[in-house]
């Protein structure tokens, strides 16, 4: 039942571990050793705060417990502290709950907004606002929405069952009849019944419905073969393949005069290049002789060994560039003009494919329907033999056997008939039967639905007798300066002394301390924390003497399974473990405030 935590660079404390017992334990310590911090890194294993060691970018609390395992770590980004890792509490509703109701420090919302002499209605019900009330009651209410169009199926399958029951007995009926009709009609077991003419006359009737059925298909097929044949054959009307010039020839001209354009234009720009490179750096002395004069250089052309002048040589060079950008328009000029040759090329291709395809399309279209066109005749040829030998058989039949024909057919249509009213029959008592779960749920969704509506209100009121049942036991322990303390309806304390009404600001320290932890029970008893956290955490109780100290920390053991507090070594011992942080690094003057 113990549980063990491993500190580091949390709130003052850079290293520190202690053991938490069942029961009492108190934190034993002078200022700035690092009590509120244990408190904090208590709340931060929680994941309720945050506390990273100022000047430290990243901190952790391990914290082991019989049933889990809890792994912290904090890290600071760009100035804010963020934590990451397996938190005791890992729902936001749950860690709400336990920071306002279960985390007494200092700092804690509803300890802080009595000493203010605030409204508590907001910190108290502030829970509440994460528990999503709307969103649930709309999820509900489509559950309802559900329910009540399968309850209204079955209130339907209700009214339509006797129905449906009556029609399954007449057809039941109406099938004995049937059969008492077909004995009647067959005869003794040893008369000789016509069964092959009665056989014969059903194949050919079988084999005229094959035909027939056959007939309405092929129609069907020619039909929707002849759409498509004359869609095919207006598309290819459509098609005009351009003419058949070979772009070839022109495409391989076209090619060639854009290779020679690019090598000119490259042996041109390299000569560019080099020269312009030569006159920019003032280097013409690495590849000729230059005679520096007053009047001017003068340079010996390191291609043919006449002399020219540098102003000469530039002249040209300008010259080589207009050449070169003469030759770039030429390369465009080729490009474009392979470009459109190859699209020419590729779009005569595609029209040639695609006339190739829709030829070869209306050809099998053409043999499809030719080969339709003759199994119709055939199938018009078998229908017209089978029609004659239903007729044929027909007449040789006498009236018994064809009334023992239609009574069968009779039966197995009234069979089929009764087979289905029975599926339907069974559908409607199963729907019935379950009429009784849909409004079993239908009420248990209204109840959860009402129960969340009037949650607010419930938790009010408990909010409220929580309050009043801590403050008379509160008052019962202590002997405080004040009669009686309410909470009011709209969620502010009032305070009665000598009979009448008293002003907060008028009450010790100490009574105003008893006021925020009976304020922060209440919530604690209506929202119902120690079903989620077993652990109260209590720091920097000021303005109580020591036995009421002691009387404060007896009353809410009895709330808690584990109770963490701090206290001075001043203080009389208390019946339960005590934490000596003597062992731990505190980080000088970033603890908490009461350290």
């Given at each position: 039942m113990t549980w063990t935590i491993d500190i580091e660079n949390v709130a003052g404390i850079i290293d520190g571990a202690a053991t938490i017992e069942p029961g009492l334990n108190?934190?034993?310590a002078s200022n700035w050793q690092g009590k509120s911090s244990f408190i904090a890194s208590i709340e931060t294993a929680l994941g309720v705060a945050t506390p990273l060691t100022?000047?430290?970018?990243?901190?952790?609390v391990h914290l082991e417990t019989p049933d889990r395992t809890v792994e912290v770590e904090l890290q600071r980004t760009d100035g804010r502290v963020a934590a990451s890792g397996t938190p005791y509490l890992d729902d936001e509703y749950d860690a709400v709950r336990a920071d306002l109701f279960a985390c007494l420090d200092e700092t804690n919302a509803v300890r802080q907004a009595v000493r203010d002499g605030e409204n508590l209605e907001s910190v108290l019900l502030e829970p509440l606002d994460f528990q999503n009330i709307d969103d649930r009651i709309a999820d509900l209410q489509r559950q309802r929405e559900r329910v009540d169009s399968k309850l209204a199926q079955a209130e339907e399958a209700a009214e339509r069952l006797p129905t449906a029951q009556e029609k399954v007995t007449?057809?039941?009926?109406?099938?004995?009849?049937?059969?008492?009709?077909?004995?009647?009609l067959s005869g003794p077991d040893d008369a000789e019944p016509p069964a092959d003419a009665q056989s014969e006359l059903a194949q050919a009737r079988s084999a005229r419905q094959q035909a027939e059925n056959r007939i309405e298909r092929l129609d069907r097929s020619i039909e929707r073969t002849k759409e498509r044949l004359d869609e095919r054959r207006g598309e290819l009307d459509d098609i005009e393949v351009t003419d058949d010039t070979d772009y070839a020839d022109a495409l391989d001209r076209a090619r060639s005069e854009l290779a020679g354009a690019r090598q000119d234009k490259e042996v041109l720009q390299s000569v560019y290049s080099a020269t312009e490179?030569?006159?920019?750096?003032?280097?013409?002395?690495?590849?000729?002789?230059?005679?520096?004069?007053?009047?001017?250089d003068t340079v010996v052309c390191w291609t043919c060994g006449t002399e020219t002048s540098h102003e000469a040589v530039e002249e040209r060079l300008d010259a080589l560039g207009e050449r070169i950008a003469a030759i770039r328009v030429t390369v465009e000029s080729a490009r474009d003009r392979v470009e459109?040759?190859?699209?020419?090329?590729?779009?005569?291709?595609?029209?040639?494919?695609?006339?190739?395809?829709?030829?070869?399309?209306?050809?099998?279209?053409?043999?499809t329907l030719a080969d339709h066109r003759a199994s119709i005749e055939s199938a018009r040829e078998r229908r017209e033999e089978a029609d004659a030998r239903v007729s044929e058989l027909a007449e040789s039949i006498d009236e018994t056997v064809e009334a023992i024909t239609d009574v069968e057919s009779e039966i197995k249509y009234r069979e089929a008939e009764l087979d289905d009213a029975r599926d339907e029959l069974t559908q409607l008592e199963d729907r019935v039967d379950q009429r009784e779960d849909f409004e079993d749920e239908r009420d248990r969704l209204d109840d959860e639905i009402r129960e969340l509506r009037t949650r607010k209100d419930r938790i009010t009121y408990e909010a409220r007798e929580a309050f009043e049942t801590a403050m008379q036991a509160v008052l019962s322990r202590f002997d405080t300066g004040f009669e009686t303390a309410r909470l009011t309806g709209e969620f502010d304390i009032v305070v009665?002394?000598?009979?009448?009404?008293?002003?907060?600001?008028?009450?010790?320290?100490?009574?105003?301390?008893?006021l925020g932890f009976v304020a922060a029970l209440a919530g604690y008893e209506s929202f119902d924390v120690a079903e989620t956290v077993p652990v109260m955490l209590v720091d920097s109780v000021g303005g109580l003497a020591d036995d009421n100290l002691h009387t404060l920390i007896a009353y809410l053991r009895e709330r808690t399974d584990y109770l963490v507090f701090t206290v001075y070594p001043e203080y009389a011992a208390f019946d339960g473990a005590e934490i000596d942080p003597s062992d731990w690094e505190v980080a000088t003057g970033t603890a908490r405030a009461d350290d």
């Open positions: 108190a934190v034993r100022e000047g430290r970018d990243r901190g952790r007449r057809l039941e009926t109406e099938l004995v009849e049937l059969r008492d009709r077909y004995a009647e490179l030569v006159l920019e750096e003032n280097r013409l002395d690495l590849v000729t002789d230059v005679d520096r004069e007053l009047t001017g459109e040759l190859e699209a020419k090329r590729e779009k005569r291709e595609q029209e040639r494919r695609r006339r190739n395809d829709l030829e070869t399309e209306v050809a099998d279209l053409e043999e009665a002394r000598d009979g009448r009404e008293a002003s907060l600001d008028a009450l010790s320290e100490g009574e105003l301390e008893l």
